[in-house]
């Protein structure tokens, strides 16, 4: 058996090697459709990955309380009155587990210095801000307590705030108009870059909270509490005591809903990882699709080398060869056919995936369980679709196969 199945391959190599250029271009679809398999889920690992890198970042232990309910329908979600700072002091004081607690607000505004001027987001928090959201300074300082207090106008910038105003200037001690309030800059933080969806991490501006509420804003809200977990306690308990808390402080009744809702990023890391999965299980059963039409094409042409070969196939038959060693024959010359190409397709899909991690700054995340599945996927794909023209070639009456012309 072992000497028939050897016999076999050297005979399907050699026919093969016989038509080199027609054999390539039959395992062309193979090579295609194994590339674009592994392709697909290795970009879409990496870019898992750095999603969930990217969120993790702003700290597996982060909760972001904000006031109203969950975003429902299109996105809309129902509003409630805002947060105030006494009430992120609260937490900070009350509840046990807590690394640090940062209340914060946003909007949009326009800086300006000498004839540069660039639109940014201004953030009103405190010092715990760059804790909890793992923000480093590249220059100058944080805030002092005495401008935390009295919300003095004072202000440190992004790095994409920076290099629009001050370019290669040195931007510590000078001074910066927001919303026609003079501001000095007294720190810069280092740079993050783009976030996965495109958004600018470097682009806003952070001053002390009561500054922002009484010069940029008018009013004493709190759109955001930041609250970061010490390593070591149950997130899910302190969830718990904070939401028990709000309730008490924002009285309200046991039979009615909150009127606010914590994020906690480990969920959202979750969603996202699974979302891409999703996205790549989906990608990847697309590019599958064209190892399916590859395999169509090996059937046609090894039905046309059946045809070609009958006469061959004759001679085989007459002097002693079993249908099932013209079976074999055949049905290994599409399995070489599709191994080939499934090889081809790993070292083509190797060197554009690394090209498309690179462009699309994302990690190189190689499975070799998808490698594994692609290549015995596409042996699969020539045994299934050669096995007919195999079938018709055994199934030859010797004596009709000689008289071929």
Same mark, same amino acid.
């Given at each position: 058996?072992?000497?028939?199945?050897?016999?076999?391959?050297?005979?399907?190599?050699?026919?093969?090697?016989?038509?080199?250029?027609?054999?390539?271009?039959?395992?062309?679809?193979?090579?295609?459709?194994?590339?674009?398999?592994?392709?697909?889920?290795?970009?879409?690992?990496?870019?898992?990955?750095?999603?969930?890198?990217?969120?993790?970042?702003?700290?597996?232990?982060?909760?972001?309380?904000?006031?109203?309910?969950?975003?429902?329908?299109?996105?809309?979600?129902?509003?409630?009155?805002?947060?105030?700072?006494?009430?992120?002091?609260?937490?900070?004081?009350?509840?046990?587990?807590?690394?640090?607690?940062?209340?914060?607000?946003?909007?949009?505004?326009?800086?300006?210095?000498?004839?540069?001027?660039?639109?940014?987001?201004?953030?009103?928090?405190?010092?715990?801000?760059?804790?909890?959201?793992?923000?480093?300074?590249?220059?100058?300082?944080?805030?002092?307590?005495?401008?935390?207090?009295?919300?003095?106008?004072?202000?440190?910038?992004?790095?994409?705030?920076?290099?629009?105003?001050? %370019?290669?200037?040195?931007?510590?001690?000078?001074?910066?108009?927001?919303?026609?309030?003079?501001?000095?800059?007294?720190?810069?933080?280092?740079?993050?870059?783009?976030?996965?969806?495109?958004?600018?991490?470097?682009?806003?501006?952070?001053?002390?909270?009561?500054?922002?509420?009484?010069?940029?804003?008018?009013?004493?809200?709190?759109?955001?509490?930041?609250?970061?977990?010490?390593?070591?306690?149950?997130?899910?308990?302190?969830?718990?005591?904070?939401?028990?808390?709000?309730?008490?402080?924002?009285?309200?009744?046991?039979?009615?809903?909150?009127?606010?809702?914590?994020?906690?990023?480990?969920?959202?890391?979750?969603?996202?990882?699974?979302?891409?999965?999703?996205?790549?299980?989906?990608?990847?059963?697309?590019?599958?699709?064209?190892?399916?039409?590859?395999?169509?094409?090996?059937?046609?042409?090894?039905?046309?080398?059946?045809?070609?070969?009958?006469?061959?196939?004759?001679?085989?038959?007459?002097?002693?060869?079993?249908?099932?060693?013209?079976?074999?024959?055949?049905?290994?010359?599409?399995?070489?056919?599709?191994?080939? %190409?499934?090889?081809?397709?790993?070292?083509?899909?190797?060197?554009?995936?690394?090209?498309?991690?690179?462009?699309?700054?994302?990690?190189?995340?190689?499975?070799?369980?998808?490698?594994?599945?692609?290549?015995?996927?596409?042996?699969?794909?020539?045994?299934?679709?050669?096995?007919?023209?195999?079938?018709?070639?055994?199934?030859?009456?010797?004596?009709?196969?000689?008289?071929?012309?």
């Amino acid at each position: 058996m072992i000497f028939m199945i050897w016999n076999s391959v050297i005979l399907a190599i050699r026919e093969i090697r016989r038509n080199l250029l027609r054999s390539s271009l039959t395992s062309l679809g193979v090579v295609i459709g194994v590339s674009a398999v592994i392709t697909m889920v290795t970009v879409g690992n990496g870019a898992t990955k750095k999603v969930k890198e990217e969120v993790e970042s702003l700290g597996s232990n982060l909760l972001i309380i904000r006031p109203g309910q969950r975003p429902r329908h299109f996105g809309v979600r129902e509003t409630a009155k805002a947060f105030r700072l006494r009430d992120a002091e609260a937490i900070k004081r009350e509840v046990y587990g807590i690394e640090a607690v940062a209340p914060a607000s946003s909007v949009g505004t326009q800086a300006i210095y000498g004839n540069s001027n660039w639109s940014t987001a201004v953030t009103g928090s405190i010092n715990d801000f760059l804790e909890v959201r793992d923000w480093k300074l590249e220059m100058g300082r944080r805030f002092l307590p005495g401008e935390e207090s009295s919300g003095q106008a004072v202000c440190i910038l992004g790095h994409t705030v920076y290099e629009k105003l001050f %370019g290669d200037e040195y931007p510590i001690g000078k001074r910066i108009r927001l919303k026609k309030i003079s501001f000095r800059v007294i720190g810069v933080l280092k740079k993050k870059g783009q976030s996965s969806f495109g958004a600018d991490r470097d682009d806003f501006i952070l001053i002390p909270i009561k500054a922002f509420q009484r010069r940029i804003v008018g009013n004493t809200n709190v759109t955001n509490i930041y609250v970061s977990v010490k390593q070591g306690y149950s997130i899910d308990s302190v969830i718990q005591d904070i939401k028990l808390l709000l309730r008490e402080r924002r009285h309200i009744r046991a039979d009615q809903e909150d009127d606010f809702y914590i994020l906690d990023m480990r969920e959202i890391v979750n969603v996202l990882s699974s979302t891409t999965k999703v996205l790549t299980s989906f990608l990847a059963a697309i590019a599958a699709v064209s190892l399916i039409v590859g395999g169509i094409g090996i059937m046609n042409i090894m039905l046309v080398s059946v045809t070609e070969r009958t006469k061959e196939i004759g001679i085989r038959m007459a002097i002693g060869a079993l249908q099932r060693d013209v079976l074999f024959q055949f049905l290994i010359e599409s399995i070489i056919l599709s191994s080939f %190409g499934g090889m081809v397709g790993i070292g083509v899909a190797i060197i554009v995936s690394v090209f498309l991690c690179n462009s699309l700054l994302v990690p190189f995340v190689l499975d070799a369980k998808i490698i594994m599945f692609s290549f015995v996927f596409s042996i699969m794909v020539g045994a299934i679709f050669g096995f007919f023209p195999a079938r018709k070639a055994a199934n030859m009456n010797p004596i009709e196969a000689l008289r071929h012309e």
